[in-house]
C-alpha cells in the first residue's frame, strides 16, 4: 500500500521565499503542502488546522521572536518534526535551534534539493546540517556590543528602567535611549522584551 505523503507547513515571513519553497514541496512525491504564513499568530493557528508532521521553520517572523516559537511548538506538538531553513546567517540560530530540538538547518542559498534533503531526513527522525560556517559557530550576537551596551542590556534583564538606568550609572536618560537604540540595531530586535529575551537565551545556553 503506498504510503500517504507527510503533511508539510511553510513558515516563512518573506512572502517570494515562501512561494519558491512552497512549489518545492509540491513537486515532491512523498511530502503535501499544507499551508504557509508569515506571523506566529497565523503559525499556531496553522499548526493546530493541520496538524503538520514537518514544519520547514524561517526562524524570523513579524510579530514573536523565532526561538521563543520554536521552544512553543517542542512544548505544544512534541511530535512535530521541524526543520529551520533560514535566511538569517547568525550562528547564534543555529545553537539555539539544535539546543531546541530542531531536527535540520539550512540556508535559503541552498539548492531545491536542500529543502528535499531537511524533509526526507526530518521524517526519518534524523538531523540534518547540509549549510553551516563552521568559522563563526562560536560568535555571539552579544559579541558586537560595547561594554556600556551590554552593561545596559544586564540592566534591562534585572528590570530596570530607562530612568533608573539614567540615575545609577549617571548618563543622562536621553544617553540611556541613544545607546539603547543603538543596542536593538546591532541584536536586530523591536524593542526590550526582544532584547532582553535574546540576552536570556544567549546566557542560558552558555550557562
Same mark, same amino acid.
Given at each position: 500500500?503506498?504510503a500517504?505523503?507527510?503533511?508539510?507547513? &511553510? @513558515?516563512?515571513? =518573506?512572502?517570494i521565499v515562501?512561494? *519558491?519553497? @512552497? *512549489?518545492?514541496?509540491?513537486?515532491?512525491?512523498? %511530502?503535501?503542502l499544507?499551508?504557509?504564513?508569515? $506571523?506566529?499568530s497565523?503559525?499556531?493557528?496553522?499548526? &493546530?488546522?493541520?496538524?503538520?508532521? +514537518?514544519?520547514?521553520?524561517?526562524? /524570523?517572523?513579524?510579530?514573536?521572536?523565532?526561538?521563543?516559537?520554536?521552544?512553543?511548538?517542542?512544548?505544544?506538538?512534541p511530535?512535530?518534526?521541524?526543520? &529551520?531553513?533560514?535566511?538569517?546567517?547568525?550562528?547564534? !540560530?543555529?545553537?539555539?535551534?539544535? #539546543?531546541?530540538? *530542531?531536527?535540520?538547518?539550512?540556508h535559503?542559498?541552498?539548492?531545491?534539493r536542500?529543502?528535499e534533503?531537511?524533509l526526507v531526513?526530518?521524517?526519518?527522525?534524523?538531523? $540534518? !546540517?547540509?549549510?553551516? =560556517?563552521m #568559522?563563526?559557530?562560536?560568535? $555571539?550576537?552579544?559579541?558586537s556590543?560595547? =561594554?556600556?551596551?551590554?552593561?545596559?542590556?544586564?540592566?534591562? @534583564?534585572?528590570?530596570?528602567?530607562?530612568q533608573q +538606568?539614567?540615575?545609577?550609572?549617571?548618563? $543622562?536618560? /536621553?544617553?540611556?535611549?541613544?545607546h539603547?537604540?543603538?543596542?536593538?540595531?546591532?541584536?536586530?530586535?523591536? /524593542?526590550?522584551?526582544? *532584547? &532582553?529575551?535574546? %540576552?536570556s537565551?544567549?546566557? =542560558?545556553l552558555?550557562?
Amino acid at each position: 500500500m503506498k504510503a500517504v505523503p507527510a503533511r508539510v507547513l &511553510v @513558515a516563512e515571513r =518573506n512572502p517570494i521565499v515562501a512561494t *519558491a519553497v @512552497a *512549489a518545492t514541496v509540491d513537486g515532491l512525491t512523498d %511530502f503535501r503542502l499544507v499551508g504557509c504564513c508569515g $506571523s506566529a499568530s497565523d503559525y499556531y493557528c496553522a499548526v &493546530v488546522q493541520h496538524q503538520p508532521h +514537518i514544519i520547514l521553520f524561517g526562524w /524570523n517572523f513579524e510579530d514573536e521572536q523565532g526561538g521563543r516559537v520554536l521552544a512553543r511548538t517542542r512544548a505544544d506538538w512534541p511530535d512535530v518534526k521541524i526543520a &529551520v531553513f533560514t535566511g538569517d546567517t547568525d550562528p547564534f !540560530i543555529l545553537k539555539q535551534a539544535i #539546543r531546541l530540538g *530542531a531536527h535540520g538547518f539550512a540556508h535559503h542559498s541552498e539548492d531545491r534539493r536542500t529543502i528535499e534533503l531537511l524533509l526526507v531526513e526530518a521524517q526519518r527522525g534524523r538531523m $540534518s !546540517i547540509p549549510w553551516i =560556517n563552521m #568559522r563563526h559557530l562560536d560568535d $555571539s550576537p552579544l559579541a558586537s556590543l560595547t =561594554n556600556r551596551e551590554r552593561e545596559l542590556l544586564e540592566k534591562l @534583564a534585572e528590570g530596570w528602567t530607562n530612568q533608573q +538606568i539614567a540615575t545609577r550609572t549617571g548618563i $543622562s536618560e /536621553n544617553t540611556v535611549k541613544y545607546h539603547l537604540k543603538n543596542l536593538y540595531d546591532k541584536l536586530d530586535v523591536r /524593542n526590550r522584551a526582544m *532584547a &532582553v529575551a535574546l %540576552f536570556s537565551t544567549e546566557r =542560558n545556553l552558555h550557562g
